[in-house]
């Protein structure tokens, strides 16, 4: 299994970024985001049932943060508007073998090797 993040980067408080994750060789029915910032655990920030699309959100970017997915291309997307400072992080696209798309991320065993996303 690989997970490819890209779309991190820099960009200044309000504004907007857009996460991609491609999969390969994952055959799951549960992907999602998850962020960690220095000197903090890493925290669930949505996840989604694939296909049917299913979306778990954490509070902290509930109404900012919008979770997607592309079937066709087997990617996943993270769509963050309202960016704030606290939403700096390295953020990780991560899938599991079982179908309960929790946002603990203990739960999930394919990682990607995350996307800098810096607010400021």
């Known amino acids: 299994v690989q997970l490819v993040e890209s779309g991190g980067g820099s960009v200044e408080v309000g504004g907007s970024l857009r996460l991609s994750c491609a999969a390969s060789?994952?055959?799951?029915?549960?992907m999602g985001w998850f962020r960690q910032a220095p000197g903090r655990e890493r925290e669930g920030v949505a996840t989604?049932?694939?296909?049917?699309?299913?979306?778990v959100i954490a509070d902290s970017v509930s109404g900012r943060f919008t979770i997607s997915q592309d079937i066709g291309k087997k990617t996943i997307y993270l769509q963050m508007n309202d960016l704030k400072p606290e939403d700096t992080a390295m953020y990780y696209c991560?899938?599991?073998?079982?179908?309960?798309?929790?946002?603990?991320?203990?739960?999930?065993?394919?990682w990607g090797q995350g996307t800098q996303v810096t607010v400021s």
């Open positions: 991560a899938g599991r073998s079982g179908s309960m798309c929790l946002l603990d991320p203990s739960r999930y065993d394919y």
């Open positions: 060789g994952y055959s799951g029915s549960c």
């Open positions: 989604m049932s694939l296909p049917y699309g299913t979306t």
